[in-house]
């Protein structure tokens, strides 16, 4: 009996340490402007990878970023470093750079050059504005893991995998050839150039994007009020890719349409499963990590809006995308031998255009108003020019000017008057509140703070209302408001419990929960550990 007791004690014992081995490849998809509630919406639409997330994975419902800047450089910095961008310092896309007062991008880099798969780059990136390391940065430097990380998008490439990888890949600022950086090699990487030469992105000149679903399935006009076609199309299916590849204008046509297609996503797709497969990714003795971030759904979302047949096309496809990947990561990994987390930069607000037809207050932010309006409020302190740059949600003063508002009490609360009084605007901040808000009970104060980042964001910080905007057509994302700021995550796989979760959680929390199953530590991370969905 003891010897008996003593074996089953040893077998459960085996079967617990399996159990708690770490997976051999750590994968996080990132769906550039994903709301949440495309899950409840499109998912009876879905049959491949997109359906097994949901239905084999946990689905956390009730996720949401809680700050204000919800644009895609802060949530792929967000996601991949597991904290906000007060402490990531990754707050926009671009911002203003105080010391040489010129906009700058979020991984723009003088120090670093571009290196091509093919045509020269005119510029160079990489993740230096990033203040802290990702989890892919931890998972390399702590556990030896190779790294690769893919998009369309530099900042979103860039940011998932942190100041050091093994492959880093975007298409370049031309649209017609992808490129890297020194920031992470000193040569093209061999398997990268290999694959993009053996299938180049030409090859699909001439393809129709037809609707996936029957026509009667969308529940929406074809051609919605607001929507804004790309060069060469129209708002209507179907979208030919009909713009002639090459340096001419039509080619440049051509590359604008390939990336607002789902072509471009299933590349993508198949890019990063040739690359798990010659770079032998999760078959060494620690966990590897492949990282790609699909940017289509962001680029057609802006000109067709959320409530389009494209959108929810796009999302069809991409079920097919993912679920082509997920195929071949059980055959050259093992189905049991992986790790998954999905999750989005940021939602999106439906067209404003649409939600006036509806009755709603909403419209489109009308900046050269806004920065008047500040400047002749300001006048009270004293005469003289003020504002220096207005972008996105940041206005930057000219300097020594904020001081001089600060200092007058009277003009400074004229400002705040003057900016809040803006059609569209639900409040403006002064960067001296901001500073200590992150734990405020004002969700909007706490939303301000969260991306605040000292030396980097304006001196003022305007928030607008929902269905408010920046931008003269079609639709884009960037406010503390639900649309903006919802977005699913989905875990499955290796180490994840499967369920529906209904428990308050955030993007920051993905990196946290990843590390927590491939066994490292996050030391800067914000977010937490989503415990609910752990095995």
Not at 364 to 381: H, W, Y
Request: charged letters at 20%.
């Amino acid at each position: 009996m003891r010897l008996k007791l003593a074996t089953v004690l040893v077998a459960l014992s085996v079967v617990a340490s399996a159990a708690a081995d770490p997976p051999k490849l750590a994968v996080l998809i990132v769906v550039d402007q994903m709301r949440a509630d495309y899950v409840d919406h499109f998912q009876a639409d879905w049959t491949a990878g997109l359906k097994r997330l949901v239905t084999k994975g946990a689905w956390f419902t009730r996720a949401a970023y809680p700050y204000l800047d919800t644009v895609t450089c802060a949530g792929h910095a967000t996601i991949g470093t597991g904290a906000y961008p007060m402490t990531h310092g990754v707050f926009q896309n671009a911002w203003i750079d105080r010391q040489s007062d010129a906009l700058i991008t979020c991984t723009q880099d003088a120090t670093v050059r571009g290196i091509p798969y093919g045509k020269p780059v005119p510029a160079s990136e990489s993740a230096r504005q990033l203040m802290i390391p990702t989890f892919a940065e931890e998972m390399h430097r702590q556990k030896g893991s190779h790294v690769v990380s893919l998009s369309l998008k530099a900042r979103s490439a860039i940011m998932l995998a942190g100041h050091s990888a093994d492959a880093v890949t975007w298409l370049s600022d031309n649209l017609d050839g992808w490129t890297t950086s020194t920031a992470f090699t000193n040569a093209p990487v061999a398997e990268v150039g290999a694959y993009v030469s053996a299938h180049p992105i030409e090859a699909d000149y001439g393809k129709t994007w037809e609707r996936l679903l029957p026509a009667n399935k969308y529940g929406v006009a074809d051609d919605g009020l607001g929507e804004v076609a790309p060069l060469g199309w129209t708002a209507n299916f179907p979208h030919v890719l009909n713009g002639k590849p090459g340096d001419t204008a039509a080619g440049q046509a051509y590359y604008l349409q390939w990336e607002r297609s789902p072509y471009a996503d299933a590349y993508l797709g198949q890019m990063a499963a040739g690359l798990v497969e010659s770079m032998h990714l999760g078959t060494r003795d620690t966990t590897d990590v492949l990282a790609v971030s699909f940017s289509s759904p962001d680029l057609v979302g802006h000109q067709f809006g959320p409530r389009s047949q494209e959108v929810r096309d796009m999302y069809a496809h991409l079920d097919v995308t993912i679920g082509a990947l997920l195929d071949r990561l059980d055959a050259l990994v093992g189905p049991d031998k992986y790790v998954v987390a999905l999750s989005a930069d940021h939602g999106v607000t439906p067209i404003p255009e649409q939600l006036k037809a509806e009755g709603k207050d909403a419209g489109r932010l009308d900046s050269q108003a806004l920065f008047q309006a500040i400047e002749g409020a300001a006048q009270k302190a004293g005469p003289g020019r003020y504002v220096g740059h207005l972008t996105s949600n940041d206005v930057y003063f000219l300097p020594g000017m904020f001081e001089k508002l600060t200092s007058n009490k009277s003009a400074i609360e004229a400002v705040i008057k003057a900016a809040d009084s803006q059609p569209g605007i639900g409040h403006a901040f002064r960067a001296d509140e901001l500073g200590g808000g992150a734990t405020s009970k004002d969700s909007d104060l706490r939303a301000a703070a969260l991306s605040y980042v000292a030396g980097r964001s304006g001196d003022l910080v305007v928030s607008p209302k929902a269905g408010w905007m920046i931008g003269s057509n079609g639709t884009t994302h960037g406010s503390a408001n639900a649309d903006d700021q919802r977005v699913p995550i989905l875990l499955y796989g290796s180490g994840i419990k499967p369920g529906k979760y209904e428990d308050i959680a955030s993007p920051a929390d993905v990196s946290p929960t990843l590390a927590d199953v491939c066994g490292i530590t996050l030391p800067r991370a914000q977010g937490t550990v989503l415990r609910p969905a752990r095995n």
